[in-house]
C-alpha cells in the first residue's frame, strides 16, 4: 500500500512525525511521502531523531507541498524524491520570511472568527501561536476544529467537522469565498514548478478537482502545454473533498494521453484520519530506479 500526500505538524497537520509513521506500520503502508507545506522539516527532524525513523518499515519518499498563483486560482505542486538541503534554501521555505510577510493575514484571520462568533485564545496567546507554527492560519484552524466550537459551525449549517473543514475551504480559502482572507502573496507556477527541479524532484499537479470544476482542465493545459508538471494526483482520498471515480477516470485519461505519471494520496492531517488505500498497480509515480 501507498500515500503519497501526507502533512505532520511540521505545517497545518496535527499529528507527530512520530504518530504518522506509526499510523503507517500499523496500516501495512511500504511507500510514505510527508509532503507538509512549504516545509521539509519533518525530514530534518527525522535525521536529526534516527529513533523516531525506525517506527517505519517501509520506503520514505522525501516530498514537500507547495503553493502557488496562477491568475486568479490557488492550488499546489507536489514534488517528490526532492534534496531537502536544497530546497530548504527557498526564501518562501524560511520561517522568519513567513512570519514577517503573514502577520497581516493572521490578524485578519484572527478576527474573522472572533466575528463570527467562535472562541479563541486572546490575541496575545495566538500571536504566540502564530509565531511558534511560522504559518498564518495553523493556531486558529487547530483552535476552531475544537469541542468547544462545534456549535458555532452547527449555526453555518456544518453537521460535522468534515462539513465545517469544507465551508472553509469555500468560504474563506477560496478567492471567491464570502470571508476570503487574503494572505501572503504565493510564487508562480512556472516559480514552484522550477524549485522541486532544481531541487531534483518530480512535479505532480495536487487535487486539481478542488480549485472548481471549470478552472480544473484548464490549469491543467496551461502546466502541460509549457511542460510544468511530470504528473497529476489522480487518487485523492481526502475525507471531505475526495475525487469521485469519474473525476478519477477523467483524469487517468488525461494522464495517459499527455504521458503523464500518476500518483495518489489521503491527504491525512489528524492522526484518527486513516492513510490511502492506494496499492502500487494503481500509481506509476517516478520511482527514482
Given at each position: ?103 497581516k ?100 499537479m ?13 490549469l ?15 487518487y ?20 495517459q ?30 520511482m527514482?530506479?
Amino acid at each position: 500500500m501507498i500515500d503519497l500526500h501526507t502533512h505532520t505538524n511540521h505545517s497545518d497537520g496535527r499529528q507527530t512525525v512520530a504518530e504518522l509513521l506509526q499510523k503507517a506500520e500499523k496500516q501495512g503502508l511500504k511507500y510514505l511521502s510527508i509532503t507538509d507545506h512549504n516545509s521539509v522539516g519533518a525530514y530534518i527532524e527525522l535525521q536529526e531523531h534516527p529513533e523516531i525513523r525506525k517506527l517505519f518499515s517501509g520506503e520514505i519518499i522525501n516530498g514537500t507541498e507547495l503553493e502557488f498563483e496562477h491568475g486568479e486560482v490557488c492550488n499546489e505542486l507536489l514534488g517528490y524524491f526532492i534534496d531537502i538541503y536544497k530546497i530548504k534554501k527557498v526564501k518562501y521555505l524560511d520561517k522568519e520570511y513567513k512570519l514577517k510577510i503573514g502577520f497581516k493575514s493572521f490578524e485578519k484571520m484572527y478576527n474573522l472568527y472572533r466575528g463570527l462568533g467562535f472562541r479563541l485564545s486572546n490575541f496575545e496567546e495566538m500571536t504566540e501561536k502564530f509565531h511558534k507554527a511560522g504559518h498564518f492560519a495553523i493556531p486558529i484552524i487547530a483552535e476552531i476544529d475544537s469541542e468547544k466550537n462545534i456549535d458555532i459551525a452547527r449555526k453555518l449549517g456544518c453537521k460535522s467537522e468534515l462539513e465545517f473543514r469544507k465551508w472553509r475551504l469555500e468560504n474563506v480559502v477560496s478567492t471567491q469565498g464570502k470571508y476570503y482572507v487574503e494572505k501572503p502573496k504565493s510564487p508562480s507556477m512556472k516559480e514552484v514548478s522550477q524549485v522541486i527541479r532544481d531541487a531534483g524532484g518530480k512535479v505532480f499537479m495536487a487535487h486539481i478537482w478542488r480549485i472548481g470544476e471549470k478552472q480544473a482542465m484548464p490549469l491543467l493545459d496551461y502546466a502541460v502545454k509549457n511542460g510544468l508538471i511530470d504528473g497529476i494526483e489522480v487518487y485523492y482520498q481526502d475525507q471531505s473533498t475526495g475525487f469521485t471515480d469519474e473525476q478519477i477516470e477523467i483524469l487517468k485519461e488525461y494522464a495517459q494521453k499527455h504521458n503523464l505519471l500518476i500518483s495518489g494520496g489521503s491527504d491525512s492531517h489528524k492522526l484518527n484520519v486513516p492513510l490511502s488505500t492506494l496499492s502500487l498497480e494503481q500509481v506509476n509515480f517516478f520511482m527514482g530506479e
